[in-house]
């Protein structure tokens, strides 16, 4: 096992009718700019419990976040946190109106423009307090520290983190599940399956708890996938399924293990290039990544395919192979597709294309062991066409 | 799955060599009061590593917090904080050094006798901070709010609690482990593993997802028992143990879940009167705890017996009675005797003492149902003789 530190300060608020518990969070004197997305909000009930929950409170609103949050819409709402002295944050959507959420928290915050805040990398260790509504399980964002801001004009997609972008409070009230859309609910088990994914799939290290945990997720994504996708109303699914993309990235799972991210790495690209959503573009890199990768990969892959799939018999390698079938078949099973030119038309030139975005940004290496070159990722990508 | 709040702020530090980071987790200008136990920090190289890491801070030293922290032992930390004008306490030892440490540090900042605070079961909301380096992975106090007071004059073992009393950060630098006596380690495994039990062998509720990381932790510590127990020079079953019994009892499990804890109320009651080691008087209770309640519990006991102990065949009372002797034997596996005769000559008349101390405390109901009564705790402690 690796050393680590591990420090999650966000309180989680989790359970039916949790929403309106909003108001004690948050300081009785805060003047809050409430972020929302497309308006869906406005349609499923949490809008009306959020404003009757903060009644008492000033409040400024700013729909209209899209998804994968968008820079330049983003950074608009610096010009309203200054003209209205807000002091804090409220987050009501998905992982995008999270993400944006705490950039702008940090944004608000930096001297100088905030695209230098975006490209320099460095922790965020001051930010506008916030907290969150969480209306989409997916991302993990809402017991995090990190976010992925997007800017079109130069085709970026681009992870920003810090202490200072924990939620200070995240509502996690399950029955929202039952008016989200099933197309995003099967986003959010493909999503939150591919991030313990990420941090499982390496080469072990004998960290045990670790691999037991991220298969535990693995588990009840897969065993309550079924039923929210055949019925969103199944509180227990629901419940399952939000806590376990919670658990999924909240920095547990990742403690004291090599990790990849390689597939969000390609992925994100995807998303820059053809607006595919996050969840979709993971599901197409996912296969071709671990069988381009499959020696360093295979132990866990067999492990995988025994502790998660119960595939008993075999060696090593078959097992692996399994596994990498059964991942490719789980994300079927959710009606997502795991080809680019099921997405994509005009997909030739896709591999070359990410491979030079790649070497102009200097990208040496990526996944557990740092070795993925540009060049292999253009392998990796072609395999998924 | 019920509703919960979670929030867990305590800062963890695990790994090789870490106890050189603590300079870095404590404010420059910190008055330190340093806790710790009968010495055994002088033999195993902490004490030189805290106190070379301390070089640059104003640190005050108390030894000889004892087993089961004692009041009045305790207590006299109270006039050292005032006279040194102390700002920050450091425990460095087990859980009992932390437990006593959390209650110094609430009850020196209690206005009134610090007696009522613990009897009046309040949360404790101030509290100087604290930090910890824990020499004995078995309770984990590193990363809760929890702690058990004894009072021997009394006899009386009392927990006190609140969300003051988390560590701000506790390092867990598991090559402590190798100078830990076998009979110690055993006890933390003991203890480990109970703790999960009681958050798990109740009813099941839904909570998919805390049940499998209840089992995960169970399966971990079942896998590294034999190895560390033969060898805790061994670091990788060494830091799979110590994570373990932090996870184990870090709150995470519990929420969401019925918890129990009854073992516990009546394991305490075993070391107030015979001052048998805490980890032991679980193993005593536990078999014939579960073998009382078997009706409410045997639908946990056989999904144990299926997933933990891989028992497949069999229906659920016959894998509900599996599971029960397979908790005894492998308590039984790493030494630990589980009957109340095999620790004490003069058991009888023990059961009537502790259903007379029950009913006087007022206890109407203990166990996850909140039900049983000072009777039924006397006929589950007959059954442990």
Known sequence: MNNFDYKNPTKIIFGKDTIKNLATEIPKDAKILMLFGGGSIKKNGVYEQVTAALKDFQVTEMGGIPPNPEYDVLIKAIDIIKSENITYLL???????????????????????????????????VAIPFGAVLTLPATGSEMNSGAVITRRALKMKIPIGGPALFPQFSI?????????????????????????????????????????????????????????????????????????????????????????????????????????????????????????NFESKKE??????????????????????????????????????????????????????????????GMTGIGENKTLTPENVKEIVKMSY
């Open 172 to 292: 996690l009230d399950p029955t929202v599940v039952r008016s989200i859309p099933s197309k995003q609910i099967a986003n959010g088990l493909a999503d939150s399956f591919t991030h313990v994914l990420e941090q499982y799939v390496t080469f072990p290290i004998g960290a045990l708890l670790q691999d037991r945990f991220s298969e535990s997720v693995m588990q009840t994504i897969i065993e309550v996938a079924p039923k929210i996708m055949a019925d969103p109303n199944d509180y227990q699914a629901a419940s399952n399924f939000m806590w376990s993309c919670t658990m999924a990235l909240n920095g547990l799972l990742q403690k004291g293990v090599p990790t990849d991210w390689a597939i969000h790495a390609i992925g994100h690209e995807l998303t820059a290039l053809y607006n595919i959503d996050h969840a979709r573009t993971l599901a197409i890199i996912t296969k071709s990544h671990y069988t381009f």
């Open 91 to 125: 987050a009501v959507g998905g992982g995008s109106v999270i993400d944006g959420t705490k950039f702008i928290s940090a944004a608000a915050l930096y001297e100088g423009d905030p695209w230098d805040m975006v490209m320099n990398r460095k922790p965020n260790t």
């Open 300 to 361: 866990k892959l067999a492990q995988l395919a025994e502790r998660v799939f119960a595939i008993k018999v075999g060696d090593t390698e078959s097992k692996a192979i399994a596994a990498i079938e059964k991942i490719d078949a789980f994300y079927h099973s959710i009606g997502i597709a795991t080809k680019l030119s099921e997405y994509v038309d005009e997909y030739e030139g896709t591999a070359e294309l990410i491979e030079e975005k790649f070497t102009k940004m």
